[in-house]
Each structure stands twice: as structure tokens, then as C-alpha cells.
């Protein structure tokens, strides 16, 4: 029966009807996908260290996210809490004890000696300015006036004893771990620093 149905079909006919059906599939695709809100990619960073060094990655890689147009989230967890205190972020410490890539390589011994860290923070900052590159007061500016989320870890606040108070403006409300992870779980990208 389904041979006689094909022969008594007209190619030219049979060739139009297929046509037909294609056309209408992709304008039903189409007007579904056009329904569909573009997502924008996401990146999430663990930040938990507060050092000068450690501080600048996740700025900078939050606020070139978003220049991408990009969503992107920092959580300051544990150390990392401590760039996000009052006054914290002008006074950041680089610290050349057991960090073997430092500019000029000293041994650990060097670096521990009273007052190596403060001359090796000023020697940072020095050559941050001769570079012009932004500081980290800057980078916060602009991460706030971008849209970066900038979450103080609630259980970290908790547990150092630090107010929403001591922290500076402009933050997101501080946020638990399942907050975060729950952003995480949707980024396409995510670190931890």
C-alpha cells in the first residue's frame, strides 16, 4: 500500500511538501530560540587571601569579566575578608617569606628578618606606580561601579569577629557558602585564589 501511495505521489509534488514542512520547522525553531533569553557567561572567584599579590588577580580577572560582558562574583573568604575591611586595601602587605617568585629572589631566612616584608611592600607599590598600574583601592571602585558581586563571607565575619559596619561601602550583603556555591554551580568559569 505504501508503494502504490509513493508512486501515485508527483516528485514535484512530494519535493514541495517537504519544503513546506521544512519552512514551518524552522520558523517554529526560530521563534522558540528568539523566545529564549541570551544567558551571560559567568565567572566566580574564591578569594582567601589578604595580601597586596593576592589581591589583584581576582580584581582584575572580575572587572575584565565584565568588560566582556560577562557576570562575575567575588567571595572573600577566610584572609581574603581582610581587603574588603575599612582602610585595609590602601594598606595591603606584600609578603616575600616562602614566595620564590618574587622579583628579586631572597632566601627565606632574608625574608624573614624583621622588616623585610615592609620593605618589600614598598618596593611593590613603588613599582606598581612607576607602571601605572591601577591600585587596589582603584580596582574596588571599579568592581563596585561595574556590577562585579563583592560578597564578604558571613561565617568568616562570624568567626573573626568582624561587623558589616567595618567593612567598606558598596558590598553585597555578606552570604554563606551555599550563596556562593549556588552561582558557582552555574558559572562557566571558577577559581580559587
Avoid at 597586596?52 to 565584565?66: N, Q
Avoid at 582603584?138 to 558589616?164: F, H, N, Y
Amino acid at each position: 500500500m505504501e508503494q502504490k501511495l509513493k508512486e501515485g505521489i508527483d516528485p514535484a509534488l512530494e519535493e514541495r511538501l517537504r519544503s513546506l514542512i521544512d519552512e514551518r520547522i524552522e520558523a517554529k525553531l526560530g521563534s522558540i530560540l528568539e523566545k529564549q533569553p541570551a544567558r551571560k557567561k559567568k565567572l566566580a572567584v574564591i578569594v582567601s587571601k589578604g595580601t597586596l599579590e593576592a589581591a589583584y588577580p581576582p580584581l582584575i580577572l572580575a572587572t575584565t569579566a565584565i568588560a566582556l560582558d560577562m557576570e562575575a562574583a567575588l567571595f572573600f573568604t577566610f584572609f581574603g575578608l581582610h581587603i574588603l575591611k575599612k582602610g585595609a586595601a590602601e594598606s595591603l602587605r606584600f609578603v616575600p617569606l616562602g614566595n620564590p617568585a618574587t622579583p628579586m629572589p631572597m632566601p627565606n631566612i632574608i625574608s624573614a628578618l624583621p622588616g623585610m616584608t615592609a620593605l618589600a611592600t614598598i618596593m611593590m607599590k613603588q613599582t606598581i606606580a612607576n607602571k601605572q598600574i591601577v591600585s587596589i583601592p582603584e580596582l574596588l571602585d571599579l568592581a563596585r561601579e561595574s556590577g562585579v558581586k563583592l560578597w564578604p563571607c558571613q561565617m568568616t565575619m562570624d568567626m573573626m569577629g568582624i561587623e558589616r559596619k567595618g567593612l567598606i561601602d558598596g558590598l553585597a550583603e555578606p552570604v554563606g557558602a551555599a550563596t556562593f556555591l549556588s552561582y558557582a554551580a552555574d558559572a562557566d568559569i571558577t577559581l580559587f585564589i
